[in-house]
């Protein structure tokens, strides 16, 4: 099976402040690979597919880059509404695993 | 509007039964790949299982191989996990989510979750 590990497992940060949160793959998965974001007591919520690709009615802020084994979550300017824990998922192969997720809070 | 409702979660006791159930609406089911997806009490993602648009592809979690099995009706635009031997770490959150096309793909609509607990 894939693994999936992220980085940092949590970070603080202010409002308007730049995010990157990194997802590896323990093998090669081309760009398949989603974010999904996840506030408390709500259903994960799809950001990103194909690694860069913006799922629609996503804002811009949100950007997704790498191929292979590594790659990037970015935010942007980050907004009150996107403090919350992310997730990275490889969809090249299955069991589709996930990453074990970066909680961004407020500093 | 894309609509996923799971029903069916509950208290069951170790080695037990359950069925979990989501139906779907607002999107043409028969076209589109499922999946489950769970979380335990404070805990990670963890995918549970897949079946394409048609049935005939099935893929499971090791952790629920050959207890857990997933099911579509397209023609009632359900679908359902029925799981069996239940163990307490099955505790969670389950999510029913739809792919975004009729095979392997990222996971673009998600239900808000039935919660199932196993416990004695």
């Known amino acids: 099976d894939i693994q999936m590990t992220q980085s940092p497992s949590s970070v603080s940060a202010s409002v308007g402040d730049s995010v990157t949160i990194s997802c590896r793959a323990s093998?090669?998965?081309?760009?398949?690979l989603a974010w999904y974001q996840q506030k408390p007591g709500e259903a994960p919520k799809l950001l990103i597919y194909?690694?860069?690709g913006l799922q629609t009615g996503v804002p811009s802020r949100f950007s997704g880059s790498g191929s292979g084994t590594d790659f990037t979550l970015t935010i942007s300017g980050l907004q009150p509404e996107d403090f919350a824990t992310f997730y990275c998922q490889q969809t090249n192969s299955f069991p589709f695993t996930f990453g074990p997720g970066t909680k961004v809070d407020i500093k | 509007q894309v609509q996923l409702v799971e029903s069916g979660g509950g208290v069951v006791q170790p080695g037990g039964s359950l069925r979990l159930s989501c139906a779907a609406s607002?999107?043409?089911?028969?076209?589109?790949?499922m999946h489950w997806v769970r979380q335990a009490p404070g805990k990670g993602l963890e995918w549970v299982a897949y079946i394409r648009s048609d049935g005939s592809d099935r893929y499971y979690a090791e952790s629920v191989k050959g207890r857990f099995s997933i099911s579509r009706d397209n023609s009632k635009n359900t679908l359902d996990l029925q799981m069996n031997s239940l163990r307490p770490e099955d505790t969670a959150i389950y999510y029913c989510?739809?792919?975004?096309?009729?095979?392997?793909?990222?996971?673009?609509?998600w239900g808000q979750g039935t919660l199932v607990t196993v416990s004695s």
């Open positions: 607002a999107f043409t089911f028969s076209r589109y790949a």
């Open positions: 093998e090669v998965i081309g760009s398949w």
């Open positions: 989510a739809k792919g975004a096309s009729m095979g392997a793909a990222q996971l673009d609509y």
């Open positions: 194909a690694a860069s």
